[in-house]
């Protein structure tokens, strides 16, 4: 079973600063997802990536597959980037159609 | 732009009576997943389902869960005999997952609010 740690667990930052967050895993995967959850509740996939780098707007995801490591990054971040990003990774196998296993979020706040 | 829906949004439910959370995943997706999430907690997968069967199932999905597609639309999650530790938001996923892919992007319902009472 692929365990998920994330980090940091909660980060405040000012309005404009460079957020990274971390995320490890212990068990190869195919693929890695981030995640957005808002304070609502509802959940929106932000990225899959197997390799390499992904960047959509201000939004860059990178990973390293064998160090078993990802990061998130949000470049020039607004109050609007406030909420709980998640790392998940397939849950059994590490592919295809698996459950995903959820890292427990980070909780960032950009302050104006 | 397709989006996976789920009804009630908030349900309310007396402990020992059961509950079916209805969810219509994205038309052409095959895959589909139920996944829960206590408050505070972290999400958790509960079972996922493909041709018309159990394709994996975690711990949790216990004897009281059980999943269904009952038409071509709408996929099912009913719990037998409600518990207050089944207090959670429910959320359905669903993924096309075409086999040459590794992967697929899985899109997430709005959830559905349980309390056991």
């Known amino acids: 079973k692929n365990e998920v740690e994330q980090s940091p667990q909660n980060l405040t930052a000012q309005e404009g600063e460079f957020i990274t967050i971390n995320c490890s895993y212990s068990?190869?995967?195919?693929?890695l997802h981030w995640l957005q959850q808002h304070p609502g509740g509802g959940i929106v996939s932000l990225f899959m990536?197997?390799?390499g780098k992904k960047k959509h707007g201000r939004l860059i995801a990178t990973i390293n597959i064998q160090e078993k490591h990802s990061s998130l990054h949000i470049t020039a971040s607004h109050p609007r980037d406030s909420a709980v990003y998640i790392c998940a990774v397939p849950g059994r196998t590490g592919g295809g159609a698996d459950g995903l296993t959820f890292g427990k979020g980070t909780h960032l706040i950009i302050q104006p | 732009e397709p989006e996976v829906t789920q009804t009630p949004s908030h349900q309310v439910t007396q402990m020992g009576q059961e509950v079916i959370l209805r969810c219509v995943p994205i038309?052409?997706?095959?895959?589909f997943y139920w996944y829960r999430q206590i408050l505070g907690q972290k999400v958790e997968f509960l079972v996922s389902f493909y041709n018309n069967e159990i394709s994996e199932k975690s711990e949790i999905f216990d004897d009281q869960f059980s999943v269904e597609r009952p038409d071509g639309s709408n996929f099912t999650l009913k719990i037998r005999s409600t518990k207050l530790e089944d207090s959670a938001m429910y959320f359905c996923?669903?993924?096309?997952?075409?086999?040459?892919?590794?992967?697929?992007?899985?899109?997430f319902g709005p959830g559905t609010r349980l309390t056991v009472l």
């Open positions: 990536l197997s390799s």
């Open positions: 996923a669903s993924s096309v997952f075409l086999r040459v892919q590794a992967q697929d992007t899985q899109y």
């Open positions: 068990v190869g995967i195919s693929a």
């Open positions: 038309s052409n997706h095959l895959y």
